[in-house]
């Protein structure tokens, strides 16, 4: 799960880290207030969405003039924002961040990742902050500096010296930056985040260190340790179908080709994606509906799939293992003639009573071609799409 | 021979009275698996598939010399009942859970490798011996005793692979599911050391899958330490950036963790890679006979 900018920067702020003075606008009915509120002379306005990319998108402006907030809102309040990141719908906009300018000395990077090789928190530091990250670690590996946490989590201070080393930090803003590094740390832990970045971190015209961006994703797997982070989900920046998928406990990706696809595993679901794409095809979709393969599943699996009005044919591939392969066909023909499904769907059910499963599909009259060889499944689904 | 279980292994299994583990443990019994008892917590004293039930795991063990734990405890409990796993002097924990945090599979694999105990999983099939021992959720009925050790981060995959050799005639020697998380407790490379070692091995498969670089550390390891054939496929070729399959693990971030990436590291270490599922058993039938 994603978090914005807004609540990413609220959390810093509850843990002690240096933001800009702010006011969020939801409602054109809030400017004139978080304008007053703010009490200065200029202003740095951003859209709030789950995408990078948005000053170069017209999501960000900087201005000194009410007018030219006023217009930010009118244009962006309740409209979609496309950046590079986004899809062509884009995100949309339904909350305006609007803080104090600061006058930015120098861009620096932080980030905090869970790091799946050494199997450690990382903490990165670069000079060269404000551009992409990768794009420094690819072009000046030397400007990037990483430490890894032990088991504790906790920094060492010889590891903040190698890092405020890295960054070109005077004295002054070495305190700042082992207190704000040793907060962050904490931050990370105590709500479960697998990523922070904060990208620029900034040193202003004062020398005062200020963390101008944040991005946070968080473990899905500790929300329900979570409650008050799960409560800054926000749907609407999540694909609908995916998020509907989600609620049936099935793992669905939206992808752009024409044969939508059915399986039970997610390795497997990757798989006979692949298999598409080997036979010449394009796959619709990423879908897995788990291990517990029973009627309700895969009506809801169908139902998302048909949504999607590019898929021209359907591959279903279960692999029976403890769930029978006849149950697995008696609820997708009932499925079938529940929603009406009219385009040609190809099943392979591999695994306990699959000869009994074939009867069944080739009883039905439905649109069924039933076929226990992966790679015909794959070709036959793929012509079929054509 | 075999590796991580065999027909001397006695398990207990954690969240034993649930109905998945009630499931799968029955099954596990029924292949002659030698589950000695199980534990759920307030449940001590009932009898479960004919088994006793414990309160704790130390107990369990001290009643009847376990050296394995079969994990089915729901995610947010898990952490506790391998922390106690871990506490009583096991030699080995397979966990199914799915769903586990990742900061508490962070502590927990630290300290499994400061203890010295092996931890399968979690998100994973668990582990198989065919003709011995079956410690998990995977289907009995498709494999069979053979000379074929398969490790892979994907559940219904692992059963492609073991269909496969099982038809082509090879049967595997174990079969391990590392999981589908980002901090898995066993990697591709302490499974693979494990099957170099293993007499009854002659060839190996590995299925590895897109996010990390989990296939890439092995490639490095395979060119260097490992001797028998490997056939390595690696699922999500198809997979677009930044979206999670399904699996914890499986995403595609920062331009890393491609399976093009991965592909390429294990075919410069000298494995045959198959680009499609569908191609494992004949591939490393031809790879052993060859």
């Not at chain 1, 960000?60 to 009118?74: A, S």
């Not at chain 1, 201070?157 to 740390?185: T, Y």
């Not at chain 1, 293992?321 to 066909?329: L, N, P, S, T």
């Not at chain 2, 070692?197 to 002659?202: F, H, I, L, M, V």
Request: proline share 3%.
């Amino acid at each position: 799960m994603n978090l914005h900018e807004y609540q990413a920067k609220f959390l810093f702020k509850d843990y002690g880290l240096p933001v800009s003075k702010s006011e969020l606008i939801f409602h054109e009915s809030d400017i004139d207030q978080a304008v007053s509120k703010l009490n200065v002379d200029s202003f740095v306005v951003k859209a709030q969405v789950h995408a990078g990319g948005r000053g170069k998108a017209g999501g960000v402006i900087l201005t000194k003039k009410k007018e030219e907030i006023r217009d930010f809102c009118q244009k962006w309040l309740g409209t979609n924002l496309v950046t590079y990141q986004t899809d062509e719908k884009g995100q949309p906009v339904s909350c305006i961040l609007l803080e104090e300018c600061t006058d930015i000395e120098t861009e620096l990077y932080l980030g905090l990742v869970i790091d799946r090789s050494s199997r450690s928190i990382a903490v990165i530091a670069s000079p060269d902050g404000g551009v992409d990250i990768e794009s420094v670690a690819e072009n000046s590996p030397e400007k990037i500096f990483k430490v890894f946490l032990d088991s504790t989590n906790k920094i060492k201070e010889e590891e903040i010296k190698k890092l405020s080393e890295g960054l070109q930090l005077n004295q002054s803003q070495n305190l700042e930056f082992s207190s704000l590094i040793k907060n962050l740390i904490k931050l990370f832990v105590d709500k479960d985040f697998s990523l922070i970045e904060i990208n620029p971190l900034v040193i202003d015209n004062s020398g005062k260190l200020n963390c101008l961006d944040g991005k946070i994703n968080v473990d899905g797997n500790a929300l329900y340790r979570q409650e008050a982070i799960n409560g800054m989900r926000d749907e609407s920046q999540e694909d609908a179908l995916e998020l509907d998928a989600s609620k049936w406990g099935l793992n669905y990706v939206t992808l752009d080709g024409t044969v939508g696809c059915m399986v039970n595993g997610a390795g497997l679901a990757m798989g006979t994606m692949d298999i598409i794409k080997l036979s010449g095809g394009f796959p619709a979709n990423f879908l897995d509906v788990g291990g517990a393969v029973n009627r309700e599943s895969v009506t809801e699996a169908f139902k998302i799939i048909v949504s999607d009005s590019k898929v021209k044919s359907i591959l279903i591939n279960i692999f029976g293992g403890i769930v029978r392969c006849d149950i697995v066909a008696e609820g997708i023909v009932s499925a079938m003639q529940d929603i009406g499904i009219q385009i040609p769907v190809v099943v392979r059910l591999k695994g306990n009573n699959s000869d009994i499963a074939k009867k069944i599909l080739e009883k039905s009259k439905l649109n069924i071609f039933s076929e226990t060889d992966l790679t015909l499944a794959a070709k036959k689904a793929v012509d079929l799409s054509k | 021979m075999s590796i991580l279980v065999d027909n001397q292994t006695i398990a207990i299994c954690q969240g034993f009275t649930g109905s998945q583990a009630t499931l799968h443990c029955s099954q596990s019994i029924e292949y002659g698996t030698n589950i000695a008892a199980g534990v759920t917590p307030g449940k001590a004293g009932q009898i479960h598939l004919n088994l006793p039930v414990f309160e704790n795991v130390s107990q369990a063990v001290k009643e009847t010399g376990a050296d394995t734990s079969l994990i089915f405890v729901p995610a947010p409990f898990c952490k506790n009942s391998i922390n106690e796993a871990l506490d009583s002097e096991l030699k080995l924990i397979i966990v199914i859970t799915e769903g586990i945090p990742t900061l508490d599979m962070l502590y927990l694999k630290a300290k499994a490798d400061e203890l010295g105990v092996r931890i399968i999983g979690p998100n994973c099939p668990g582990v198989i011996t065919p003709g011995q021992a079956k410690l998990g959720i995977m289907p009995a009925s498709i494999h069979s005793k053979g000379k074929v050790g398969i490790v892979s981060r994907s559940g219904t995959l692992t059963y492609e692979a073991v269909d496969q050799t099982s038809q082509i005639g090879l049967g595997q020697s174990s079969c391990v599911g590392i999981g589908g998380d980002p901090i898995p407790g066993s990697s591709f490379i302490d499974i693979l050391e494990m099957f170099e070692q293993d007499p009854e091995t002659e060839g190996i498969v590995m299925v590895g899958e897109i996010g990390g670089t989990a296939e890439e550390e092995a490639a490095e390891f395979i060119q260097e330490k490992i001797s028998k054939p490997i056939v390595s496929y690696i699922a999500g070729v198809s997979a677009p950036p930044g979206k999670r399959m399904g699996h914890a693990g499986a995403i595609i971030s920062g331009g890393k963790g491609t399976a093009e990436d991965k592909f390429n590291a294990l075919e410069k270490a000298g494995v045959r890679i198959v680009k499609s599922p569908a191609d494992i058993g004949k591939a490393i039938f031809e790879e052993i006979n060859s």
